[in-house]
């Protein structure tokens, strides 16, 4: 089981920098793949970034290059570090975790089992 708090989102104005924590327990973040996925009304949930267990990355290409995901091991968190940041970039930002074995992109829903509440963002143009 995996617990995970979001945290860091708020109304920020286009071209700002941001940082949105995930705060996870249960297990370390090592041991898990961690990703951001966000939500913008009316539309579907949509992968942002991952971080695997060896620490490699991936980006959706809508925020790739202005975003890193980074984790810090001492406090068991993940985050995701947000530049140039644009009015569509607006949606609720989900933490999400995997224990599963099986190798994969895990850029998909469905690769997840565990979820955070979410932190809204709202980028004012």
């Known amino acids: 089981q995996v617990q995970l708090v979001e945290s860091g989102g708020g109304l920020v104005q286009a071209g700002d920098s941001l940082r949105l924590s995930c705060a996870a327990s249960?297990?370390?973040?090592?041991?898990?793949?961690m990703a951001w996925f966000r939500q913008a009304p009316g539309r579907e949930r949509e992968f942002v970034a991952r971080i695997s267990r060896i620490g490699d990355t991936m980006y959706a290409d809508p925020v790739k290059n202005r975003s890193i995901i980074f984790r810090d091991s001492a406090k068991n968190t993940v985050y995701l570090q947000m530049t140039s940041l644009k009015p569509e970039d607006t949606a609720v930002y989900h933490c999400?975790?995997?224990?599963?074995?099986?190798?994969?992109?895990?850029?998909?829903?469905?690769?997840?089992?565990?979820w955070g509440q979410g932190t809204q963002v709202t980028v004012s143009s």
């Open positions: 249960g297990r370390t973040v090592e041991s898990i793949i």
């Open positions: 999400a975790a995997s224990l599963l074995p099986t190798p994969g992109t895990f850029v998909t829903r469905g690769s997840y089992e565990y």
